[in-house]
């Protein structure tokens, strides 16, 4: 495990993609390939592990997943410098372009590809909108941080998301699923019936409790010490605390849903089509958007990122509560991270790659997950 701090983009240019990870996160395509490989198997040889799994939850969330999910997310926000959070909500491009991105394009994207490609399929169709609706407050951080984007706008980008989803899941549910086929002729629709409140409490479970959690211990621990000992000490030895989150949420999540993904392999090539589309189109439009309004490569990426990703935990939590554990909207829902993890993090080494568009940048997130 590297502490050693990310290069700058010159010597990132110079020694190429790779140069720009720590060894650890080099390898970050193996670990999670290998978490995945383990979640499947586990699922399909441990009898009753599955049951176990379930039987403590959180809401519809597995009690283990929502672990994972807290672990990985800790390391990243305690790494925020929440001083600096102003110089990012005064940035109004990032923040109109993000919820542009968010909460206007993405979604329209996510139901046109998904009528699209999967006409003859509602109920994944269905579960590929509500993916679409669920706006990225988890994952990303990870992404953004391996890319060396701008961590505190990242941050600021969470939390703008975080209220966002509260107010307009459940109405851009309703829209894009009951109003809008009804309009362009396609049908007649399908409820969503799900309450704010109901998308409040995984925010603030899976959210709030790693922000607060990061928040003190910044404070704390200058104020104990100094910014010195806090970054150079204390940062990294807790850095690879959220790879070890995201790996363990991989196995879990796929040791849960392992022998749904195994059995159904066409359905799952299926649903895989149009969420790969997405991903390309969301992040790749980004990307290009960030540079032309003349963001810095650090807020491009974080732009990029946050607009790309999508909370697969509240999207299959909806599907389950609404549809029921084996519908094929639930399915949709998990096939989400199965597709979207690899993704990424192959567009991690895309985004540092296109670091040479850009001839200025700013230092303001230095270092990866494990810096």
């Not at 403590?56 to 969330?61: D, R, T």
């Not at 993090?345 to 540092?352: E, P, Q, W």
Request: one cysteine or more; aromatic letters at 10%.
């Amino acid at each position: 495990m590297s502490s050693t701090p990310s290069p700058t983009p010159a010597a990132a240019g110079q020694s190429g993609v790779m140069g720009a990870l720590s060894t650890l996160d080099r390898f970050l395509p193996v670990w999670i390939g290998l978490a995945m490989a383990a979640g499947l198997l586990l699922g399909r040889l441990v009898p009753g592990l599955n049951s176990a799994l379930e039987a403590v939850k959180i809401g519809e969330i597995s009690l283990p997943i929502a672990l994972g999910l807290l672990l990985m997310m800790y390391p990243v926000l305690a790494k925020v410098r929440y001083d600096r959070l102003g110089t990012v909500t005064g940035d109004r491009r990032l923040l109109f372009a993000s919820l542009a991105l968010n909460w206007v394009l993405g979604p329209a994207l996510m139901f046109a590809l998904a009528w699209l490609l999967l006409p003859d399929l509602p109920e994944y169709r269905t579960g590929l909108i509500i993916v679409g609706l669920a706006r990225c407050i988890a994952m990303v951080l990870i992404w953004n941080d391996l890319a060396c984007g701008d961590r505190e706008a990242a941050a600021v980008l969470v939390a703008v998301n975080s209220v966002f989803q509260v107010i307009a899941f459940g109405v851009l549910g309703w829209f894009y699923l009951e109003v809008l086929p009804g309009w362009l002729g396609l049908g007649e629709g399908t409820a969503l019936r799900v309450s704010a409140w109901d998308i409040a409490q995984y925010v603030l479970i899976f959210l709030g409790i790693p922000l607060a959690a990061g928040y003190l211990s910044r404070q704390l621990g200058e104020r104990a010490r100094s910014r010195d000992w806090y970054e150079e000490r204390f940062l990294p030895k807790i850095g690879p605390i959220a790879l070890y989150g995201l790996l363990f949420t991989i196995v879990i999540l796929f040791a849960l849903q392992g022998e749904t993904i195994t059995s159904q392999p066409g359905d799952v090539a299926r649903i895989a089509l149009p969420l790969l589309a997405y991903f390309a189109l969301m992040w790749g439009g980004s990307f290009l958007a960030g540079r032309a309004i003349g963001l810095n490569y650090e807020r491009t990426t974080t732009l990029a990122f946050t607009a790309a990703g999508n909370n697969f935990e509240l999207a299959i939590a909806v599907a389950v509560g609404v549809f029921g554990v084996t519908s094929g909207q639930a399915l949709a829902g998990v096939v989400g991270p199965l597709i979207e993890v690899p993704v990424l993090v192959a567009l991690v080494y895309v985004s540092l790659w296109g670091r040479r568009l850009f001839t200025t940048t700013s230092t303001t997130s230095e270092g990866s997950v494990h810096a």
